[in-house]
């Protein structure tokens, strides 16, 4: 399977008074592959969907966590891998 990578840009424009916007794509490597070696042929290549998320400014008090949620959604997080127990001393 090919690794992807997680990306998202978090943008803001001075005429847009509500909302805040978000753009998300997971990239996979062959694409940035194909760009490190633009003279191969990049046909058989498949571009990414981005998704436009538009994030209201308001309520205020609740943005910087809905920013938050959407800059990770679907962020695949790793269980912590566990920590081997030491022996038990003897007494």
Do not use: C
């Not at 840009?9 to 070696?37: E, Q």
Request: proline letters at 8%; a negative charge.
């Amino acid at each position: 399977m090919t690794e992807a990578y997680f990306t998202r840009l978090f943008a803001t424009k001075a005429s847009d008074k509500t909302h805040a916007h978000v753009f998300r794509a997971d990239i996979p490597s062959k694409i940035l592959h194909a760009l490190d070696n633009p003279t191969e042929d990049m046909d058989n290549l498949v571009w990414p969907a981005i998704q436009h998320i538009q994030v209201p400014f308001e309520p205020h008090a609740t943005f910087s966590e809905r920013v938050a949620g959407q800059l990770l959604a679907g962020l695949k997080t790793r269980a912590p891998e566990e920590t081997p127990r030491g022996e038990k001393e003897g007494r």
